[in-house]
């Protein structure tokens, strides 16, 4: 049998090493020693993973070349995935296997073999999602255009009114139906459940698996396989998900690209987004950026018109929003007293209007009820007698106690004037409740 030799690339930390190395697989592996598969060699005195990323089109010294130990396992990654390693770790300045392994399912072998063993299932094929996108210009187009070969990037600022996570769930499902594969990122678990349970109202629980650190390592591989065999057309997750081997893909998505969430912590810091922006242009899959805000770095797609700009009439956006009435230097001239209430008088007639309508939301920036408590006669801080901290009061009639180590003062006299009667400086949360329900009762 002809020798074969293979290029592989090896769990190394060094970048000088950062390359593919040429070994020779010996006659009883060659059935399995397939391009992408997890193999075992000898590197630098000591036996390595590393990955079969291709065939070796020349050998200089065939008599020094190693033979590989050992195949662990059915090819792990695709030559597109390979390429996306490759141009991650170009533009993050880091080394293709620690994409790689961010990129690859630690290996689970009974998961592994168990579910090889099994025969293919067919993958369901979901019903459209009549979701109505006809208010934002231009987003009709982006279903109409699976099809084609041309990839259309947009970014999408939704409307109050509209849920990001039915917009997205929407984007999946139609491209599934439509025969593709699709990816939907999402910044962390309470969206992922968000969008599991709407996937799983319209027809789509057996259309799609999941690919984020809460799965267990079993479960995590078996999704990665069922990827690879072509059983799933969606796959929903966390940051690592953008690396998933989907099959036909045609469509990745990402919600709320801005959340912190979607960086990776670890070299070669990578952003979820930007792996997203790579794969679209070297795949040429659609790609659409969906959040109520516009980040900096999508709005510079669109300003680049790299991105197609989804948005809908302002009017819109205007009617289905809140409505927000700060106070001006005109109120404050009409009200004196508006510079020193706790509510001014435009906040108050905003919340008696408010209240006709419905619910109305206050936000106070502090919790508790009385903070920071002064000296009534000469406005003096009062401080702990054991740690210096400021003083608080949990309800009116309580004693009052120090806000970092918890003991109480109550035998509390002012430094300076002696006086024991105490006023409040900061008023939190609880406080403010308890205006409002005098100022609104019922």
């Not at 992408?36 to 065939?55: L, N, P, T």
């Not at 009974?110 to 067919?122: M, S, V």
């Not at 999408?156 to 849920?163: D, I």
């Not at 099959?247 to 990402?254: D, G, H, Q, Y």
Request: hydrophobic fraction near 40%; charge should be positive; charged fraction near 20%.
């Amino acid at each position: 049998m002809t020798p074969k030799y293979v290029d592989v690339y090896v769990d190394s930390p060094h970048p000088h090493l950062d390359r593919a190395f040429t070994y020779f697989v010996p006659d009883e592996l060659l059935p399995i020693a397939d391009i992408g598969a997890r193999v075992r060699v000898k590197f630098a005195g000591r036996k390595v993973e590393g990955f079969i990323v291709g065939v070796a089109t020349t050998v200089e010294r065939p008599d020094k070349v190693l033979p590989i130990a050992e195949v662990l396992g059915p090819a792990v990654i695709t030559p597109a995935q390979f390429e996306l390693a490759q141009a991650v770790a170009a533009r993050y300045v880091g080394t293709v296997f620690s994409v790689l392994a961010a990129m690859v399912p630690k290996r689970q072998v009974r998961a592994e073999q168990k579910y090889l063993a099994e025969l293919p299932t067919p993958h369901h094929v979901p019903k459209t999602f009549p979701f109505d996108v006809s208010e934002y210009f231009g987003f009709s187009d982006f279903f109409k255009k699976l099809g084609r070969t041309e990839p259309m990037r947009g970014a999408v600022a939704v409307m109050p009114k509209h849920s990001p996570h039915e917009m997205l769930a929407a984007t999946l499902i139609n491209t599934a139906a439509a025969g593709y594969g699709a990816i939907g990122l999402v910044p962390d678990y309470r969206d992922l459940e968000i969008l599991r349970h709407i996937l799983n109202l319209n027809d789509a629980a057996d259309t799609y698996v999941e690919l984020h650190a809460s799965l267990s390592p079993v479960t995590r591989y078996t999704n990665y396989l069922k990827l690879l065999r072509d059983e799933k057309r969606i796959v929903i997750g966390t940051r690592n998900a953008v690396f998933a081997p989907v099959a036909n893909l045609k469509t990745i998505a990402i919600l709320d690209d801005a959340d912190d969430s979607f960086a990776e912590a670890q070299s070669p810091y990578w952003h979820a987004r930007e792996v997203a922006a790579l794969r679209s242009q070297a795949e040429a899959t659609h790609l659409l950026a969906i959040s109520h805000f516009r980040s900096v770095e999508v709005q510079q797609w669109v300003q680049t018109n790299w991105a197609k700009d989804l948005l809908a009439d302002r009017t819109l956006y205007r009617k289905s929003g809140p409505i927000v009435r700060g106070t001006s230097e005109q109120d404050v001239a009409r009200d004196p007293l508006a510079r020193h209430a706790r509510i001014p008088g435009v906040a108050f007639n905003a919340l008696k209007q408010g209240l006709q309508k419905g619910p109305v939301l206050i936000s106070v920036p502090r919790r508790g009820y009385q903070l920071h408590l002064q000296c009534q006669d000469c406005r003096t801080v009062a401080h702990c007698g054991a740690c210096g901290g400021g003083l608080q009061r949990q309800t009116p009639s309580t004693i009052p106690s120090c806000m970092w180590c918890g003991l109480r003062a109550a035998d509390w006299k002012c430094d300076r004037c002696n006086s024991t009667k105490l006023r409040t400086a900061v008023v939190g949360a609880a406080r403010t409740a308890e205006e409002i329900g005098r100022a609104f009762p019922g």
